[in-house]
């Protein structure tokens, strides 16, 4: 079965840049599509952005300029990077398999990571 | 951008009651519109998919209907496990976007 896990910094600095990496266990995304989705405290569901397994990527147009999703050549990590973040970026991040057997919805989801942004 | 406009915010209900929700989007995004539950502190679970496929060892109260650009979420008996967060999101060509959420609460 495979699992999805976040790590990375739990603080950044304002107009620094913010680093994850979404570590998959149990498999790979091979063949599979990987979103990133972010929870800001208290509020909803944002998303971030996917990439293919292949490496294409499409980034929500609100946060594109400022966001790169890459995968490993194993397969087997996925990384988020955001620059130039301010305090409108503390969130909880998630990654997500966009499933083949779900069409695409996100079915798998790792627990999440707490990231602050503040000097 | 497509929006989805989700509603209620908040609703209370008691077990057993019928619970529906519903997520309107602002464009045609044919059936591809999922269903999450989230409780506090938790990640997000996969409910139901292609706008009415429930999702495996997801209980068959719930379900998921869709009328043009309007979807439902059914919850046709509530149970003490399901007060939540519950969001749409439509997964349409290249884009995703989530409705802002719906709480049921303990009425």
């Known amino acids: 079965q495979v699992q999805l896990q976040e790590s990375g910094p739990g603080l950044v600095k304002p107009s620094e840049t913010l680093s994850l990496t979404c570590t998959v266990s149990?498999?790979?995304?091979?063949?599979?599509?990987c979103s990133w989705v972010r929870q800001s405290p208290g509020k909803g569901l944002e998303w971030i952005g996917y990439i293919y397994y292949s490496g294409n990527t499409k980034y929500n147009p609100s946060l594109e300029s400022r966001v790169t999703i890459s995968v490993d050549t194993s397969k087997t990590q996925i990384s988020l990077k955001l620059r130039s973040v301010t305090a409108e970026d503390t969130a909880v991040y998630y990654c997500?398999?966009?499933?083949?057997?779900?069409?695409?919805?996100?079915?798998?989801w790792g627990q999440g990571t707490l990231v602050t942004v503040s000097s | 951008d497509i929006q989805m406009t989700q509603s209620p915010s908040t609703l209370s209900a008691s077990v057993g009651d019928r619970v529906t929700i519903t997520c309107r989007a602002s464009q045609s995004i044919g059936i591809w519109l999922a269903w999450y539950q989230q409780k506090p502190g938790k990640a997000p679970k996969l409910l139901i998919y292609?706008?009415?496929s429930l999702e495996s060892g997801v209980p068959s109260r719930f379900s998921g209907s869709r009328s043009g650009t309007e979807f439902t979420l059914t919850i046709s008996s509530l149970q003490p496990d399901d007060f939540a967060t519950y969001y749409c999101?439509?997964?349409?060509?290249?884009?995703?976007?989530f409705g802002q959420g719906t709480k049921v609460e303990i009425k």
């Open positions: 292609k706008a009415s």
């Open positions: 997500a398999r966009e499933g083949g057997t779900s069409w695409r919805a996100f079915d798998i």
């Open positions: 149990g498999g790979s995304i091979n063949k599979d599509y």
């Open positions: 999101q439509q997964y349409n060509s290249d884009s995703r976007t």
